[in-house]
């Protein structure tokens, strides 16, 4: 895809979709654009390497998450956070982690829930993120962050618990408002 008025278009065509994964990971507007600009040169570089097998969505949303991912790690922002992976070997899931009514997550905007994602540590963030909107399962996020699959449970949990308090907070405090 050498043309330049193609490569222009293609970026208008598919920049929303990588910037809703990028704002996700990055901890703030600027780094997203920079890693999506990041993205595009390498999905550029690789289109010919994609085969039609699944979808193209998929393929460059996969690309974008593992340069989100190649950002943090040089950045450090993933070595920080408690990483001693034998804590967590024999670590189990509660039964039940409890839920958020539907009619309260219909309450946040977008940007509520970028807010809220980005008050986590950023291991649980990217775990969350993996998991929750990008289908990873715990296997996955394992080799992608070099964790312990039990290490990638118990980032999931802390996160969820985290915003559940933070969304009962919210909510509570809407309703006595």
């Not at 994964?21 to 010919?48: P, T």
């Not at 979808?55 to 993933?78: H, V, Y």
């Amino acid at each position: 895809m050498g043309k330049p008025a193609m490569q222009k278009e293609f970026y208008y065509a598919w920049y929303n979709t990588l910037m809703k994964v990028a704002i996700r990971y990055a901890g703030n507007r600027e780094d997203a654009e920079q890693w999506v600009h990041d993205g595009f040169i390498k999905i550029f570089a690789h289109l010919k390497h994609f085969r039609n097998e699944g979808s193209f969505e998929g393929w460059i949303k996969k690309i974008m998450t593992r340069i989100c991912i190649d950002q943090l790690r040089s950045s450090n922002a993933l070595k920080f956070e408690v990483d001693n992976n034998t804590i967590y070997s024999n670590y189990e899931l509660p039964t039940h982690e409890g839920f958020i009514d539907n009619e309260v997550l219909q309450k946040f905007s977008a940007r509520d829930v970028l807010h809220l994602l980005n008050i986590l540590p950023e291991k649980q963030k990217v775990v969350f993120n993996l998991h929750v909107f990008e289908g990873y399962n715990h296997k996955e996020i394992a080799e992608m962050l070099r964790i312990t699959e039990n290490h990638s449970y118990w980032l999931l949990h802390q996160a969820r618990k985290t915003l559940r308090e933070r969304c009962s907070n919210i909510t509570s405090n809407q309703t006595s408002v």
